[in-house]
């Protein structure tokens, strides 16, 4: 069955880098792209941007550019987001989701990530 | 790229249809046939439940339901269930490699 396991919660300081990883199992990995979308406490879900399996190209929100990288590795079937100069307003539930372009089929159970200063 | 606009919440009793619509513009949901639906129970994973406007993943009841007029998409859900109440996303691609979600609707179910 296709499995979406993300790393655990993490706590950082404000300017500081989080990077969050998704282990995907159950499915060809190089077949499918995979999403980062985030929840802030008390906000809806916002979407970061995408990454190709097979190739590894990107596409980012135009609000995060600059300042998160998505990588994977197919190897271990894990993909990589890092999110940069982190600011209190980071504070958020990241979760990372299988699927073509244009959906998120299959989600992971979320990463905790807060910022304080 | 705007949220799309979605109402705050909707309610509706056992057995009820109700229908949530988000609203985008002529570049994202009018542009495309890209309109997906997510149900998110607050603490657990986002579930897909319609894509491309109007398609079912295998596993989803077709009690739900969704359509699209011009920058406006609808999802509809016919006979209520309590386990129904959550908090319902739309999203859709903007164009420029980008995809946009709407601010989610609450569900209750009364």
């Known amino acids: 069955q296709v499995q979406l396991v993300q790393s655990g919660a993490e706590v950082e300081k404000t300017g500081a880098s989080v990077r969050v990883s998704c282990k995907a199992s159950g499915y060809t990995f190089s077949n499918y792209y995979i999403h980062w979308v985030r929840q802030a406490p008390g906000q809806g879900l916002e979407w970061m941007g995408i990454i190709n399996c097979s190739g590894g190209s990107t596409s980012y929100g135009q609000k995060f550019q600059g300042r998160v990288t998505m990588t994977r590795d197919r190897s271990t079937s894990t993909v990589y987001m890092e999110l940069s100069s982190l600011r209190s307003e980071d504070t958020a539930v990241y979760y990372c989701?299988?699927?073509?372009?244009?959906?998120?089929?299959?989600w992971g159970q979320g990463t905790l990530v807060t910022v304080s200063s | 790229q705007s949220a799309l606009t979605q109402p705050r919440s909707v309610s509706g009793s056992p057995g009820q249809s109700v229908t949530i619509s988000c609203t985008g513009t002529?570049?994202?949901?009018?542009?495309?046939?890209?309109v997906s639906w997510y149900q998110h129970h607050p603490g657990k994973a986002p579930k897909l439940m319609i894509y491309?406007?109007?398609k079912w993943p295998s596993g989803v009841p077709d009690r739900f339901s969704g359509s699209k007029s011009g920058n406006t998409a609808s999802l509809t859900i016919s006979g209520l269930q309590a386990d129904d109440e959550a908090d319902y996303y739309c999203c859709s691609y903007g164009g420029s490699n980008n995809l946009v979600f709407g601010g989610g609707t609450k569900l209750t179910v009364l």
């Open positions: 491309d406007v109007n």
């Open positions: 989701a299988r699927g073509s372009w244009y959906r998120g089929d299959y």
């Open positions: 002529s570049s994202d949901v009018g542009a495309y046939n890209y």
